[in-house]
Structure formats: structure tokens, C-alpha cells
């Protein structure tokens, strides 16, 4: 699915220009809104980390290869993994705040979402049955 491929890319570039801005205390009117509301910072960071986790997974999962829940888990780790960095490098900006509670969130996102990303390629590609002798459906 090179669309998807092209998806995730734009979505990565659009998630670095909304960190360069908030590390620059010039965050964009239509990001701004979205944080607006009592726990809105946590509510973003799960919606968008997830969005970011539901995007790499599926490129991932829909590429060449077999679609196996390791794949989904190394995506996953990978995408928590740069999420930590950020997340710690907040510490090194003026203004800008490292919080435990923001990276819980993100991390809740990048689960439940890369969930979903699993179980909508499976949907879409059919449920990946075991090989071999393990196989449930043979006598």
C-alpha cells in the first residue's frame, strides 16, 4: 500500500512540525484548540501518538513479508521508543515540561491503537492462521 506509506510519512512530518512549534511556544491556532479543555494535553498525546502507532503498524504489517504479532510489536516499541526521547528531550526547552503523565498517555495510545492496527490488517487480509502441525481446523 504505497498510499498508506505516503500517509505515514506525511502524518510524521505533520507531528514534527507541531513539536518544532511547541518547542518554539508557537503552536498553531488549530492544535492549540484541540488542547483547550481540562486534560486536553493527555487526550492529544493518546490520540496522536495512537494516530502515529496505527499508521506505522499498518505500513508495517501491510508491507511484504508475514504479518506476524512480532512485527507489530517491533513497530510499536519503535514508535514508544522515539515518543520516550521526545518526550524526555522536553526537559532541555525553555517553557516546555517533561511529564510521566504525558508519556502514559501517549504510551496508552500506541497500545490501543496498534491493536487496532493489527486487527483491522487482519481483518482486511483475512485472520493468519498457524502453519504446520499446531493448526486447530486439522484432524
Known sequence: MKNLKWLTILFIVLLGAIIFAADRHDMPAFVAVLYDFPNGDKVGHFILMGLL??????????????????RA?????VVA???????????????????WADLASSLA?????????????????GFSQPAGPDRKDRP
Open 53 to 70: 502507532s496505527l499508521l506505522v503498524n499498518m505500513t508495517v504489517l501491510s508491507g511484504q513479508g508475514r504479518r506476524t504479532p512480532r
Open 109 to 125: 495510545g500506541i497500545v490501543v491503537f496498534g491493536g487496532l492496527a493489527w486487527f483491522l490488517v487482519e481483518r482486511r487480509k
Open 73 to 77: 510489536i517491533t513497530a510499536s516499541l
Open 81 to 99: 521508543g522515539v515518543v520516550a526521547l521526545e518526550e524526555f528531550s522536553q526537559r532541555f526547552f525553555p517553557g516546555r515540561n517533561s511529564s
